[in-house]
């Protein structure tokens, strides 16, 4: 853990960040008139190349999940006697 003061912390932002980036800090704590106001810190990273399939064996698909699409397709298409407002 780093503490500087505002103005210090002002000067050398890109520092800060490469020491948090390099992992020589894991926080920095930035104070004004010797009291601690604000924190900073890496944001986590999550791991993404293990979203897909994520929920495998989670659900099942039913085996008549296509039935009702063409009266889903024929709500999105509509006639133009169903049209309420114009």
């Not at 800060?16 to 920095?28: F, K, P, T, W």
């Not at 944001?43 to 085996?63: H, M």
């Amino acid at each position: 853990m780093c503490k500087m003061n505002v103005l210090e912390a002002k000067t050398n932002f890109s520092k800060l960040l490469a020491m948090l980036e390099n992992r020589e800090e894991d926080e920095i704590i930035i104070c004004k008139n010797n009291k601690e106001i604000a924190r900073i810190t890496l944001i986590p990273q999550v791991d993404v190349s293990k979203r897909i399939g994520i929920a495998k064996g989670l659900f099942t698909v039913p085996d008549d999940i296509n039935e009702m699409d063409d009266e889903i397709a024929a709500m999105f298409e509509g006639d133009d006697d169903d049209i309420l407002f114009s």
